[in-house]
């Protein structure tokens, strides 16, 4: 789990200070409504399987075209 604080929010952006990394920034629809800065946030990474297969079909479908055009 990464964990961070909250140091700048704007309409479409929030710009979070990772602990031990640096910053990154955010789309602000990714927060609770009512975000401020200064508040502790942690944030978890999963794996979507789903998105995964999808893109790698795709791309396989990509480059079965291409191999056909030579």
């Keep these: 789990m990464i964990t961070g604080i909250v140091d700048q929010v704007n309409n479409q952006v929030v710009l979070v200070v990772i602990d031990n990394f640096?910053?990154?920034?955010?789309?602000?629809?990714?927060?609770?409504?009512g975000i401020r800065e200064g508040e502790a946030i942690?944030?978890?990474?999963?794996i979507d399987q789903q998105a995964?297969?999808?893109?790698?079909?795709?791309?396989?479908?990509?480059?079965?075209?291409?191999?056909k055009r030579t």
């Design 52 to 67: 995964t297969e999808r893109r790698q079909a795709d791309i396989a479908s990509i480059q079965d075209r291409l191999r």
């Design 22 to 33: 640096g910053s990154i920034e955010l789309p602000r629809k990714a927060f609770p409504a």
């Design 42 to 46: 942690r944030i978890e990474i999963t």
